[in-house]
């Protein structure tokens, strides 16, 4: 089973940008819907955004025209490019396929503060 590993996660200013990067352990090819997901302190967690290998992609009304997911499958990695970040963005940031798996990562902590 592909192990996904989060990373580039930080403290930023609102306003500011982050890049997210979920590397597999192996190929993410066969792997028909990728995605990001959010779970925010008392919060259940959310999908963010989800990218379909052929290139079509979602996103949750909070981050549309802010956030892009993008796949490498030359390099088994999927990207998640945060801009013009907001408080309510903070949150622990996690990749999975799509439909998610029970099995999550240790995911990646965006916070959002002045």
């Known amino acids: 089973q592909v192990q996904l590993v989060e990373s580039g996660g930080g403290l930023v200013q609102p306003g500011g940008s982050l890049r997210l990067s979920c590397a597999a352990s192996g190929s993410i090819f066969s792997i028909a819907a990728m995605g990001w997901y959010r779970q925010a302190p008392g919060r259940e967690r959310e999908v963010v955004a989800v990218?379909?290998?052929?290139?079509?992609?979602y996103y949750t009304d909070a981050v549309k025209g802010r956030f892009a997911i993008s796949r490498d499958n030359a390099r088994n990695t999927v990207y998640l490019q945060m801009n013009s970040l907001k408080p309510e963005d903070t949150a622990l940031y996690y990749c999975?396929?799509?439909?998610?798996?029970?099995?999550w990562g240790q995911g990646t902590q965006v916070t959002v503060s002045s």
């Open positions: 999975n396929i799509h439909p998610p798996r029970p099995a």
């Open positions: 990218i379909i290998n052929g290139g079509s992609t």
